[in-house]
């Protein structure tokens, strides 16, 4: 059976964790296959909140397993936290969570590199979670990587001490003041590593090709958007894993040909978090509003979010990148109450108008060349029926329908698994 993706199609924080809960009983398995714990997906349902950052956004449905795959990073620390909040909702993970032999570790000491990596760059610095999600993917690509499925050998702390050490010598090269007491940092990753070690470890794309060989359905959830891509995001600006389509086939072990549907998830705006260029980036009142309303504030870091209106040029440039079949809108409720809404459709670019996404997209390349929509008063919050909601509301869905020419089946008017309007 196909494999269908879940992807974010902007700077991250679309709404993810809440689409795949809502999916996820359509689904046997929901597989991660990249970031780590630089994501918070969140999720809401009988009036509870609940922050994912590793752990795929099935586990609150009983009938589903739940797979961390190979293209992603765990920091056992995050995790056991994580795991501990769950045992505190009386969630059963034990039985349905599986972890890949082949996803890498964040160590203690990743998240230091990743803190004076970011100190050491000043005022050009990437606005990093500080997760250690950048040092442990270089570690991966520089094979010096320690694996899940390392932690079954003898010898794996040898290998850890001989890395922590490197990592140390290269602290010390940064040259700048990280105030650090590795022992107790360690005590709490080597207790965390116990924690993990208790899980099931997985030869994950083996699991995954006899899953769909005996007719499974699989969801591979993504993380981060399209836009912090490595290769297809606004660099350097970016993430250190591919967020985009072809990120799951490496990250879980899926062959091209064996992906079906790829859920394009979109806010009816635009956020961003950390730096970087973001050409729709608002600094006036509407901007407030967005932030005020939408609660954007990050997940994982508690940072405020960058505001602005929908960047179309930028929103079919993932479409393209990740071949994106349907796409969901969310956060349509934070709209209502605009007295106009501006979607921008081309960037001047040099001089130049142009509609598609050039290498460099900041200001002094590009500015947006917006097309205006009238806003709508009502409340979408209670609305459940698409026949219901505001004209002006459906005159700016059908516009970036047809400017995408891809179906938007979803429209979401809060974060209650209910608040999901189905078109
Ligand atoms: P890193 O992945 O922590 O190194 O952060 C690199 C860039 O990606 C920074 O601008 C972060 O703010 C951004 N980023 C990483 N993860 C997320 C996410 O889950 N949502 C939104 N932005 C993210």
Known sequence: MAVDLLLGLQWGDEGKGKIVDVLTSNYNIIARFQGGPNAGHTLVFNGMKHVLH?????????????????GVVI?????????????????????????????????????LLDAASETAKGKAKIGSTLKGIGPTYMDKTGRNGIRVGDLELKD????????????????????????????????????????????????????????????????????????????????????????????ACTGLGIAPNKIGDVFGIFKAYTTRVGSGPFPTELFDEDGARMAKVGHEFGATTGRAR?????????????????????????????????????VCTAYNYQGKEITHLPYNIEAHNVSPIYTDFKGWKEDLTAMEDISTIPNELNTYIDFLEKELDIPITLVSVGPDRKQTIFR
């Open 54 to 70: 590793t752990i795929p956004s099935g586990i609150f449905h009983e009938s589903a397993k739940n797979l961390v795959g190979n």
């Open 75 to 111: 920091d056992p620390v995050i995790f056991k936290k994580e795991l501990d909040k769950l045992e505190e909702q009386n969630v059963d993970y034990r039985k349905s969570l599986l972890i890949s032999r082949k996803a890498h570790l964040i160590l203690p000491t990743h998240r």
């Open 156 to 247: 794996w702390k040898d290998k850890y001490r001989a890395l922590a050490n490197k990592h140390e010598a290269m602290i010390a090269f940064y040259d700048v003041k990280i105030d650090y007491n590795l022992e107790e940092l360690e005590t709490e990753f080597f207790n965390a590593v116990e924690t993990l070690k208790s899980l099931t470890f997985i030869d994950s794309e083996e699991y995954i090709y006899q899953a769909q060989k005996n007719g499974e359905s699989i969801l591979a959830e993504g993380a981060q958007g399209s836009l912090l891509d490595i290769d297809f995001g606004t660099y350097p600006f970016v993430t250190s894993s591919n967020t985009t389509a072809a990120g």
């Open 306 to 342: 960058r505001c602005g209106w929908l960047d179309l040029v930028a929103l079919k440039y993932a479409c393209q990148v990740n071949g994106v079949t349907k796409l969901m809108m969310m956060k349509a409720d934070v709209l209502s109450g605009f007295k106009s809404l501006k």
